[in-house]
T-cell receptor, first 116, second 113 residues
Framework: GAVVSQHPSRVICKSGTSVKIECRSL??????MFWYRQFPKKSLMLMAT?????????EQGVEKDKFLINHASLTLSTLTVTSAHPEDSSFYIC????????????FGPGTRLTVT | AQSVTQLGSHVSVSEGALVLLRCNYS??????LFWYVQYPNQGLQLLLK??????LVKGINGFEAEFKKSETSFHLTKPSAHMSDAAEYFC???????????FGKGTLLTVNP
């Protein structure tokens, strides 16, 4: 149990286009989901906290108009990178908190975004 | 604010040797503490967690960690390293019921044959 999926696993897009990444909790409900960004050989940087039915909370320095987050249901959150540029290329990882377990946070397998 | 220090960005051990990955947190209130492992190009997998119950926590793959409040530490150990343990390891404290994690910079573990 407690599986989080991300789609796509890899995506290549052209500069100026938008890309949507989906994060799904497959067998549990997640009121809260998180989006992280990881640069090569670096730690995870929290971008935003996604709450079902409300606006996401962005960390300082993260452009909310650039990284659009929608959490429309208890099992799905999406991250849209708008007008992507090469510097947006990165590994994006989502995680989901189980509403029935106060301790656990389950991570998706990540999405490798390359902007050409 | 929660902060965490992982001493040693890279630890190299021989197969069969003791693994010790260090983690110190900065908090006046003992947080919940987590260790995660990340294999190349994959997401994070929970190794173990401390949630204010037993101070010695056993996790998956033979790893364990001991919470020491006096030292504000939560070091990860494994008695005998295996080649499959080669990965990046992250220590992450969390304050209270907020799911928000603060990740350390990570320690890359390499295991030499």
């Amino acid at each position: 149990g407690a599986v989080v999926s991300q789609h796509p696993s890899r995506v290549i897009c052209k500069s100026g286009t938008s890309v949507k990444i989906e994060c799904r909790s497959l067998d549990f409900q997640a009121t809260t989901m998180f989006w992280y960004r990881q640069f090569p050989k670096k730690s995870l940087m929290l971008m935003a906290t996604s709450n079902e039915g409300s606006k996401a909370t962005y960390e300082q320095g993260v452009e909310k108009d650039k990284f659009l987050i929608n959490h429309a249901s208890l099992t799905l959150s999406t991250l849209t990178v708008t007008s992507a540029h090469p510097e947006d290329s990165s590994f994006y990882i989502c995680s989901a908190g189980d509403t029935g377990d106060p301790y656990e946070q389950y991570f998706g397998p990540g999405t490798r975004l390359t902007v050409t | 604010a929660q902060s965490v220090t992982q001493l040693g960005s890279h630890v190299s051990v021989s197969e069969g040797a003791l693994v010790l990955l260090r983690c110190n947190y900065s908090s006046s209130v003992p947080p919940y503490l987590f260790w995660y492992v990340q294999y190349p190009n994959q997401g994070l997998q929970l190794l173990l967690k401390y949630t204010s119950a037993a101070t010695l926590v056993k996790g998956i793959n033979g790893f364990e960690a001991e919470f020491k409040k006096s030292e504000t530490s939560f070091h990860l150990t494994k008695p005998s390293a295996h080649m499959s343990d080669a990965a990046e390891y992250f220590c992450a404290p969390r304050r209270g019921s907020n799911y928000k994690l603060t990740f350390g910079k990570g320690t890359l573990l390499t295991v030499n044959p």
